[in-house]
Nanobody, 123 residues
Framework: QVQLVVSGGGLVQAGGSLRLSCAFS????????MGWFRQGPGKEREFVAA????????YYANSVKGRFTSSRDNAKNTVYLQMNSLKPEDTDVYYC????????????????WGQGTQVTVSS
């Protein structure tokens, strides 16, 4: 069974940085793709980024491209979302997700979800 534990949210001023972590436990993670999503009150869930365990290939939504970077640490079974140049509009609850299917990186369909972590960017 896949379990995802997210950490690293918090409050930061505009222009600042935060790093989110998602610890993966379960079957062989190397075949999985990990995704990052965000959602705020009254807003649709937004697919932000994805990374493959196997080759660390990544996908980013246009809204975060150039500011957010996803990486993985195989030894720690953990993926990260480094968020730089944060803006107030990045304020949301951020989620980590996982899937074990061979679809394109930009596909937003995921099977397993971690809990959310609040990211608040003050102006």
């Amino acid at each position: 069974q896949v379990q995802l534990v997210v950490s690293g949210g918090g409050l930061v001023q505009a222009g600042g940085s935060l790093r989110l972590s998602c610890a993966f436990s379960g079957p062989t993670f190397s075949t999985f793709t990990m995704g990052w999503f965000r959602q705020g009150p009254g807003k649709e869930r937004e697919f932000v980024a994805a990374i493959k365990w196997s080759d660390a290939s990544t996908y980013y939504a246009n809204s975060v491209k150039g500011r957010f970077t996803s990486s993985r640490d195989n030894a720690k079974n953990t993926v990260y979302l480094q968020m730089n140049s944060l803006k107030p509009e990045d304020t949301d609850v951020y989620y980590c997700a996982a899937r074990n299917s061979a679809v394109r990186l930009s596909d937003p369909r995921y099977n397993y979800w971690g809990q959310g972590t609040q990211v608040t960017v003050s102006s």
